[in-house]
């Protein structure tokens, strides 16, 4: 029974270079959050979605992020074009129905922009 | 901006004795109150968590309590113990999120 899946764990990208981050969700979980957390701060949420619909992408920077929940396979953070202010560990939860209950969270993927 | 306030201070107890971790919060609608435990390198792991409609609920060891009045929250840990030296942090349900704190480092020393 295996929690929320998120791949890989630690991921360096050079200035200018896309960032593509991966999220399992639990089984039989079909809402999935991503929250973004900077050192020695806490987690800032950026997006939700169910499959194949983005519900709330209010904690999206405007521009070079975007998210994906697609019927198959995981769900996918990508940020184009990274920058130095870029890094930081980026979590992803999944919960079974529409509230924010019941969270789990997945143990992140630590981004480092050199 | 932010609702839920704390900006990581540091908490430094004796093994065996009671932590008591505090959390402001300010959206008076929020309903839903959860304590995260986060370790160095881990994501944040479900400590317990608490309705609006009480105002204390008990678990393994822990304790929430909430003050709706001054919207305030508190997470008592009894016995503490070093494995439970980590970050911790109080989270409020926002409809579709949740909004964090800064967290405490809750150190434990033996």
């Known amino acids: 029974n295996a929690g929320v899946m998120q791949n890989p764990r630690h991921l360096v990208r050079r200035r200018g270079q896309e960032a593509r981050l991966r999220c399992s969700p639990m089984?039989?979980?079909?809402?999935v959050y991503w929250y973004r957390q900077l050192p020695e701060e806490g987690l800032k949420f950026m997006v939700y979605?169910?499959?194949?619909?983005?519900?709330?992408e209010s904690g999206m920077p405007k521009e070079r992020f975007s998210a994906e929940f697609p019927k198959e396979g995981p769900s996918i953070l990508r940020i184009q074009q990274v920058v130095r202010g870029d890094s930081a560990a980026y979590f992803c939860a999944s919960s079974r129905g529409a509230q924010s209950y019941g969270y789990t969270f997945g143990s992140g993927t630590r981004l480092t922009v050199v | 901006g932010e609702s839920v306030g704390l900006h990581l201070p540091t908490l430094s107890v004796q093994e065996g004795d009671n932590s008591i971790i505090n959390c402001a919060y300010s959206n008076s609608a929020s309903d839903y109150f959860i304590w995260y435990k986060q370790e160095s390198g881990k994501g944040p792991q479900f400590i317990i968590d608490i309705r609006s409609n009480m105002d204390k609920r008990q678990g393994q060891r822990v304790t929430v309590l909430l003050n709706k009045t001054v919207k305030h929250l508190s997470l008592q840990i009894a016995a503490t113990q070093p494995g439970d030296s980590a970050v911790y942090f109080c989270?409020?349900?926002?409809?579709?999120?949740?909004?964090f704190g800064g967290g405490t480092r809750l150190m434990v020393k033996p």
């Open positions: 979605l169910q499959k194949e619909n983005i519900i709330d």
């Open positions: 989270a409020e349900n926002a409809g579709n999120m949740l909004t």
């Open positions: 089984k039989g979980h079909s809402h």
